[in-house]
C-alpha cells in the first residue's frame, strides 16, 4: 500500500483489505515498506518465489504502475484497491474508485471465480537508454506502464503536478495544465511508428487519424513524422491524470496503442485543447490526430537542440516519471492480468 496516497487513506484502506481477506480465509502476506522501491523489491521476491497466488495493490495509478513492475509477463493476477489521488487504471476494467467495501467484494468475487475472475489485458513496455535508474527497470531493460506514456506538454503537467503539495486532489492536474500552457512551445519530435493498423479500421466520425498527419512509409511495416507537437501521448488506456479523456476509444484488449499527437498549436489553441480533453473533444480539433499502432519510438525531432529550443520534455508513465527521449513504447497483449469479477462490478461511489 502506499501511506501517501488520497492524504493517507491507503494506510486506512489497505488495513481493512488485509482484515476482509483473512476473514474470507485468505492467506495474505502485507508486501508494503517504508519506501516504494522496498515495496517493490519484496512484491518481485514473492511473486517470483511462487509464494503469492494474486498481488494487491492499494493506492492510486501510482501504485498500479509499481504493482505492474512486479507481475507483468508471470501470470500472476493483479488486484486493485483505487483510493490515491489518480485513478485511471482502476476504472477502465469497471472497478470500484475511493469505496473500500466495494473493492474488497470485488477483489472476493474474483478470487472466488478462479480463472473466470483473471482478465488479461495489454500493458506498455518502455525501453530507452534515458530511463530512470532504480528497481522499477524490468531486468534493467525496460519498465512496464498499464495507462499511458505522455512525452509532451502532458507530460510537463505532470511533472508541474507532481511537484505541487496543493491542491490535494484532481485539480492539482487542472492548476498545473493552466500554468503549463501559459508558457508553452511546441517541442521538435521524430515519431516511428511500427504495425499501425489497417486504415479504416475502428474509426471514429470527426476524430483526427493518421491520414491527416502525412506519416513517410519506410518499406519495411514502419513510418514516419517528423514536425512540432504540443501533445505527444502513447495511450494502453482511455485516461490520464485522474479522469482525462486522452485517448477515449483505447481499449485495453486491442494489442494497440492509440497514439495521440497535438501538432503545433498555438497557445490559444492549446489552451483551449486542455480543457476538452476532459470529454474527449480534442480529437475533434484539426491538428489533433490519432494513430493506432502496435509500437511508436519518441525522439527528439531535428530541430530540438537549435539556439534557443526549450528542453524536451521528460517522460512519464502511470504519472510517474520515466525518464528522456528517445524512448520506445510497445504494446505487449495480455501481459498484465488484472482481478475483475466475472460479473458486473460491486458499485461504487467516487472518494
Known amino acids: 500500500m502506499n501511506p501517501t496516497a488520497g492524504k493517507g487513506r491507503a494506510v486506512r484502506a489497505g488495513a481493512v483489505v488485509v482484515d476482509t481477506l483473512r476473514e474470507a480465509g485468505h492467506l495474505v502476506h502485507d508486501l508494503s515498506g517504508r519506501t516504494a522501491d522496498l515495496?517493490?523489491?519484496?512484491?518481485?521476491?514473492?511473486?517470483?518465489?511462487?509464494?503469492?497466488?494474486?498481488?494487491?495493490?492499494?493506492?492510486?495509478?501510482?501504485?498500479?504502475?509499481?504493482?505492474?513492475?512486479?507481475?507483468?509477463?508471470?501470470?500472476?493476477?493483479?488486484?486493485?484497491?483505487?483510493?490515491?489521488?489518480?485513478?485511471?487504471?482502476?476504472?477502465?476494467?469497471?472497478?470500484?474508485?475511493?469505496?473500500?467495501?466495494?473493492?474488497?467484494?470485488?477483489?472476493?468475487?474474483?478470487?472466488?471465480?478462479?480463472?473466470?475472475?483473471?482478465?488479461?489485458?495489454?500493458?506498455?513496455?518502455?525501453?530507452?537508454?534515458?530511463?530512470?535508474?532504480?528497481?522499477?527497470?524490468?531486468?534493467?531493460?525496460?519498465?512496464?506502464?498499464?495507462?499511458?506514456?505522455?512525452?509532451?506538454?502532458?507530460?510537463?503537467?505532470?511533472?508541474?503536478?507532481?511537484?505541487?503539495?496543493?491542491?490535494?486532489?484532481?485539480?492539482?492536474?487542472?492548476?498545473?495544465?493552466?500554468?503549463?500552457?501559459?508558457?508553452?512551445?511546441?517541442?521538435?519530435?521524430r515519431l516511428t511508428f511500427d504495425g499501425l493498423q489497417p486504415t479504416g479500421a475502428h474509426e471514429h466520425p470527426g476524430v483526427g487519424t493518421a491520414a491527416g498527419l502525412h506519416l513517410r512509409s519506410d518499406g519495411d511495416g514502419t513510418a514516419t513524422w517528423t514536425g512540432r507537437a504540443a501533445l505527444v501521448t502513447a495511450a494502453n488506456g482511455p485516461r490520464i491524470g485522474g479522469g482525462v479523456l486522452v485517448a477515449p476509444h483505447a481499449r485495453v484488449d486491442d494489442g494497440y496503442l492509440d497514439v495521440v499527437i497535438g501538432t503545433d498549436l498555438s497557445r490559444p489553441a492549446a489552451a483551449a485543447v486542455f480543457p476538452s480533453m476532459f470529454v474527449g473533444a480534442h480529437l475533434r480539433h484539426r491538428k489533433v490526430h490519432l494513430v493506432r499502432a502496435r509500437a511508436v519510438t519518441v525522439e527528439p525531432g531535428p530541430d530540438a537542440w537549435a539556439s534557443g529550443e526549450r528542453p524536451m520534455p521528460v517522460a512519464f508513465g502511470d504519472g510517474e516519471r520515466l525518464g528522456a527521449l528517445p524512448l520506445r513504447v510497445e504494446a505487449r497483449a495480455g501481459a498484465l492480468h488484472a482481478l475483475v469479477p466475472a460479473g458486473p462490478a460491486a458499485p461504487s461511489r467516487a472518494g
Open 39 to 189: 515495496a517493490l523489491t519484496r512484491a518481485r521476491r514473492a511473486v517470483d518465489a511462487g509464494a503469492v497466488r494474486a498481488l494487491v495493490v492499494v493506492g492510486g495509478d501510482g501504485m498500479v504502475h509499481l504493482g505492474a513492475q512486479a507481475v507483468a509477463g508471470t501470470g500472476v493476477p493483479l488486484g486493485v484497491v483505487a483510493v490515491g489521488t489518480g485513478n485511471d487504471f482502476a476504472p477502465t476494467l469497471g472497478l470500484p474508485v475511493g469505496d473500500v467495501g466495494a473493492s474488497c467484494r470485488a477483489l472476493l468475487a474474483a478470487l472466488d471465480a478462479g480463472e473466470r475472475g483473471v482478465r488479461a489485458v495489454d500493458a506498455a513496455f518502455v525501453s530507452g537508454p534515458g530511463l530512470v535508474a532504480g528497481p522499477d527497470a524490468v531486468g534493467g531493460q525496460g519498465r512496464w506502464v498499464a495507462g499511458a506514456v505522455s512525452a509532451g506538454l502532458d507530460a510537463t503537467v505532470n511533472a508541474r503536478a507532481n511537484a505541487m503539495r496543493r491542491p490535494r486532489g484532481s485539480s492539482r492536474y487542472t492548476i498545473a495544465a493552466v500554468r503549463e500552457v501559459v508558457g508553452y512551445r511546441p517541442w521538435s519530435y
